[in-house]
């Protein structure tokens, strides 16, 4: 179904702002690999300047599965114990609130053969849909209960489709953080990416979670989370087969984002992480790597200051990093709060190095400070650059503390925005951003991925409870929405692989707001959107919420055949 847009489309749900809880904590000075020291950065914030903006995000869509921010189980400190019960609270806004009975949780690890399809299920459509998010593997303690939800554990799913049967099945990513915790049977890990409130009998092990995106390339299914390394996993069994998995030892950066890119000319993987040289670093690794997963590319820059820079654009000749004005501060940190405040006094940057360098030639851009999360795509035309990426003129995570002021939805509203610079205009160091399609608000930007790095006509949004679809040629723009439901993000499928961009489906996760949030797997067909979906799984339960999905055609998954 088509409907009109609405300018209240991609607004974020805010609850009550909440404090952050202070924790017994380790010293900080054991956990700080780097730390900002330019003149005039990471300075410290006194604690009446330390305002916790906690709250609930919605954009993660139907099905998310991510009602609340976290709750608690034992102690972040101290000598082993008894492990306590699982009891998840019931209050709401707290890590894991309500538990399963509120769909804050899901911690089922789920195989369902043949689910119960509607509609007419393309047959020729072979390939499956990966999705993963957070879900809490266990309570947090009560001094940590404040936590944000992107700190639950990686819970990867999969509907693995084919003749027009889909099977369903969803494991955890079982890395270093998850069996540990399954180890002691209680939570070890405090706040969100602050090791200083962490059990001191997990001092030093890799924290992260694998639950913010995944990818296939070179036959692995690769889990990410942007504060370390991706979790291989296999494509069609979700086994965990390497929990810290560095490209045979060549990933120079102790962190990876959560959004790579792959050329569709020359099927490279191109991967960054910041803080890439240690915990609080102003380090940004770049790297390549070919077909095969051989890096064959590696490059590290030096941001500004270390803040958050979940996604980037790659061109045919640039890769273009985005700094956030969220920033990360070593005192705040001892402090024991989550890992990012927003600051809107700090510049957001645009950096461009071309792709092969040696990052020497990187350019630092500054222009309307807009919080952009995602890139729907980009290219270049000689050393013109354009990059098109969702974003609110504010903070656009409640859960993280602003700074200066309160939490404002209205800024926090996402729009696709339209950076522009020219690297041969060496004098000028000021970025263009102007709104583009101001009638569609939303976030989660998406695309055609086999038009990555090229310039393109179609573009996706999740957007007011649907999904919004964008043509660049035409200027035309439509919301396609099912009544009583609420869509996840989605994801492009092609009706072939070598279709003509836009020539297939939007596939993601609905819920029923009818049923308590039961799931359905919704398929849109773009060359018939009037009547609706063409498709749907419905499934008996509420599925395991996602942050983002993939699609990956059977003929690049070993075995899928």
């Known amino acids: 179904m088509e409907r009109p847009l609405s300018r209240a489309a991609g607004v974020l749900n805010r609850e009550a702002l909440v404090p952050i809880v202070s924790a017994t904590r380790i010293d900080i000075d054991a956990i700080v690999v780097c730390r900002n020291d330019r003149e005039g950065e990471g300075d410290t914030m006194t604690d009446d300047k330390q305002r916790a903006g906690l709250g609930r995000r919605d954009f993660l869509g139907a099905g998310a599965a991510l009602a609340g921010l976290a709750a608690s189980a034992a102690s972040a400190q101290g000598a082993a114990r008894a492990a306590p019960q699982v009891d998840f609270p019931d209050e709401r806004g707290t890590f894991g609130g309500g538990g399963a009975a509120a769909g804050a949780v899901n911690r089922t690890e789920m195989d369902l053969r043949d689910c119960e399809v509607e509609g007419d299920w393309p047959t020729d459509l072979d390939g499956v849909f990966y999705r993963v998010g957070p879900d809490p593997q266990y309570p947090k303690p009560e001094e940590h209960k404040f936590d944000i939800p992107f700190d639950g554990e990686g819970h990867v799913s999969m509907f693995r489709i084919k003749g027009g049967h889909v099977d369903y099945r969803t494991r955890y990513a079982r890395n270093a953080r998850y069996k540990a915790q399954a180890e002691a049977r209680r939570s070890l890990f405090g706040m969100y990416r602050n090791p200083t409130t962490d059990d001191a009998s997990v001092k030093g092990l890799n924290r992260g979670t694998a639950n913010t995106q995944l990818f296939l390339h070179h036959g692995k299914l690769l889990v990410f989370k942007e504060d370390s390394p991706p979790v291989s996993m296999d494509p069609l069994t979700l086994e965990t087969l390497d929990p810290e998995y560095t490209f045979g030892g060549k990933l120079e950066s102790q962190t990876h984002t959560a959004h790579p890119k792959i050329d569709p000319l020359t099927g490279e993987f191109i991967g960054f992480g910041y803080e890439a040289g240690g915990f609080l670093s102003k380090d940004v690794n770049v790297f390549s790597a ?110 993280f503390p602003s700074l200066h002021e309160p939490f404002d939805p209205v800024k926090a509203q996402g729009y696709l925005r339209r950076f522009t610079v020219d690297m041969a205009d060496r004098d000028n160091d000021k970025y263009e951003a102007v709104t583009i399609f101001p009638e569609v608000s939303g976030v989660l930007a998406r695309q055609d991925d086999r038009f990555h790095t090229l310039p393109y006509r179609y573009g996706f949004l999740q957007a007011n409870g649907g999904w919004a679809v964008i043509d660049h040629a035409t200027q035309a723009s439509k919301v396609l929405s099912v009544p009583d439901y609420r869509l996840s993000e989605m994801c492009f499928v092609p009706r072939r692989k070598d279709a003509p961009e836009g020539d297939g489906y939007l596939i993601g996760l609905g819920s029923s707001m009818a049923e308590g949030g039961r799931s359905d797997l919704i398929l849109f067909d773009l060359a018939d959107t009037a009547n609706g979906p063409r498709a749907r799984v419905r499934m008996p339960y509420q599925c395991v919420g996602q942050v983002h999905g993939f699609w990956a055609d059977a003929s690049d998954i070993p075995g899928a055949a």
């Open 290 to 399: 070919d077909k095969t997963g051989n890096i064959t590319w590696s490059v590290t820059v030096e941001a500004p200051y270390a803040g958050m820079m979940h996604d980037f654009c790659v061109t045919r000749d640039y890769v273009v990093l985005y700094l956030v004005n969220m920033v990360a501060d070593a005192e705040r940190i001892r402090a024991g709060g989550v890992h990012f405040s927003y600051d809107s006094t700090r510049p957001c940057y645009l950096g461009v190095l071309r792709r092969g360098g040696d990052g020497r030639d990187i350019k630092w851009f500054t222009g309307p400070n807009y919080f952009c999360t995602h890139v729907m795509g980009g290219w270049n035309d000689g050393t013109k650059i354009t990059v098109d990426m969702d974003g609110g003129e504010g903070n656009q995570f409640p859960f």
